[in-house]
């Protein structure tokens, strides 16, 4: 069974531009999680998507946002970057239900310059 | 105080030692408790859960949980020169809803041969 995917794996991106980051979950898996990880802050909770809603937001700015699609895939926006956002932004699927096992795609590294 | 907690390192073993790795929450609402192995440049990669007291065995690896003293632990038998990673500590509290977690900062793992 393939892994999750996600695009693009790199990103140089300039301050006050936007960026878009797209994941697709494992097969079969409906709840998508993004996370974000720095050298600093460590791995922080972003937001989860399942059924195509929100149903867990992390401590981010209004800036981070996401949506989930009907077959599950999943992106995430950022507006209006700023240096402080430069980190690898990883996305994790799991199934459906009581099982809480996560599994990470490769992530995107994104650089703000 | 931080949620996750977690010896940053780096904790250095000889090959065919056994690495132990300790990880304390603050939240009692904890009930699902996971350990990834993140290579440097790479994604974290699931390689053991656990939900009940107790130990867990899989393989080379064994995590422990104690709820009462909020302490979880991964034990590493015949560590490998393979073995060397950071390890992050993963905790999924009753209080949230659906998959999101909170990690700790990481301990990095060295295995000399």
């Known amino acids: 069974k393939a892994g999750v995917t996600q695009t693009p794996r790199y990103l140089i991106k300039t301050r006050g531009q936007q960026v878009t980051l797209s994941c697709s979950p494992i097969?079969?898996?409906?709840?998508v999680s993004w996370y974000q990880q720095t050298p600093g802050q460590g791995l922080q909770f972003l937001f989860e998507?399942?059924?195509?809603?929100?149903?867990n937001k992390g401590n981010f700015p209004g800036r981070f946002s996401g949506r989930q699609f009907s077959n599950s895939r999943s992106e995430m926006n950022v507006s209006t970057l700023e240096l402080g956002d430069s980190a690898l932004y990883l996305c994790?699927?799991?199934?459906?239900?009581?099982?809480?096992?996560?599994?990470f795609g490769p992530g995107t590294r994104l650089t703000v310059t | 105080q931080k949620e996750v907690e977690q010896n940053s390192g780096p904790l250095s073993v000889p090959e065919g030692a056994i690495a132990s790795l300790n990880c304390t929450y603050s939240d009692r609402g904890s009930q699902s408790f996971f350990w990834y192995r993140q290579y440097s440049g790479k994604s974290p990669e699931l390689i053991m859960f656990i939900y009940s007291n107790g130990d867990k065995e899989d393989g080379r690896f064994t995590a422990q949980l104690n709820k009462a003293s909020q302490y979880v632990s991964l034990l590493i038998r015949d560590s490998q020169p393979s073995d060397s990673a950071t390890y992050l500590c993963a905790v999924k509290s009753i209080y949230n809803q659906g998959g999101k977690l909170i990690f700790g900062q990481g301990t990095e793992l060295s295995v000399k041969p």
């Open positions: 994790a699927s799991k199934q459906y239900g009581e099982v809480y096992e996560q599994y």
């Open positions: 998507y399942f059924s195509e809603t929100q149903r």
């Open positions: 097969s079969g898996h409906r709840s």
